[in-house]
């Protein structure tokens, strides 16, 4: 009982902190980022809003929106931004929120600044708008990138935890389950290559060359890098 009131009092404690400049600007942030995404994706979702380019034949960015719509991406891209939106708004995995935005965001502000920029000024707004608010949460969060910049890394899966070191039974095991694992996935590339390909597209070199080099390289390293090296790979 004492430890569950402890905790209680430290979360209560926490929350009638001062909040610092960082954490209103962030959280500032972060609310623009969701309302942003929320009014992009809900326009969209409940009224069938699209901007105006849609329906402008001259304009480079409205043509390949068109497209989009057309093989269903663009209507996926709205659904995903509202969804992020929502988790951006609970504050719910918003690290991960920004960081799966960026890509939009990066295509968002390439095409109005690169491509509708010179044909309509208020473009050039639009891409800079994009970029400060998403880059702005991502800074915000950017704690939780510092792993994702070191310049090597060894692997860990999900459940791992950062400076996790592998035991010794496994750093020494046998090569055989990575052997029959190539196998399988060969067995699988090539299946799909021969059985999925037209006759003049059986078996390219594409679909069974890289999975080939990757796996020699791998073993390759496995032989002559030590385990001081191994550790940073």
Do not use: C
């Amino acid at each position: 009982m004492s430890s569950v009131l402890r905790k209680a009092g430290t979360g209560l404690g926490e929350a009638m902190q001062p909040k610092t400049l960082q954490w209103q600007f962030v959280t500032f942030a972060r609310i623009l980022f969701a309302i942003h995404l929320l009014y992009s994706g809900g326009a969209y979702i409940f009224f069938g809003w699209v901007p105006s380019a849609f329906f402008n034949p001259a304009s480079p960015v409205g043509r390949f929106m068109v497209e989009l719509d057309t093989i269903g991406l663009y209507p996926l891209v709205k659904y995903l931004e509202f969804t992020l939106g929502l988790f951006a708004l609970a504050n719910r995995f918003t690290p991960l929120v920004a960081v799966m935005e960026f890509p939009i965001t990066i295509m968002i502000a390439y095409l109005n600044l690169f491509v509708e920029g010179a044909i309509a000024p208020r473009h050039y707004y639009t891409g800079v708008q994009e970029l400060a608010i998403n880059v702005a949460v991502l800074l915000g969060y950017g704690a939780y990138y510092r792993s994702m910049l070191n310049a090597r890394n060894a692997p860990k899966w999900l459940w791992q935890s950062a400076d996790e070191r592998p035991p010794a039974a496994e750093r020494s095991a046998s090569q055989l389950p990575i052997w029959l694992i190539f196998a399988g996935l060969m067995a699988v590339v090539m299946a799909a290559s021969w059985f999925l390909g037209s006759a003049d597209r059986r078996l390219p070199p594409r679909d069974w060359l890289p999975p080939v080099l990757s796996f020699v390289t791998m073993l390759a390293l496995m032989r002559v890098a030590s385990p001081a090296v191994e550790s940073r790979i």
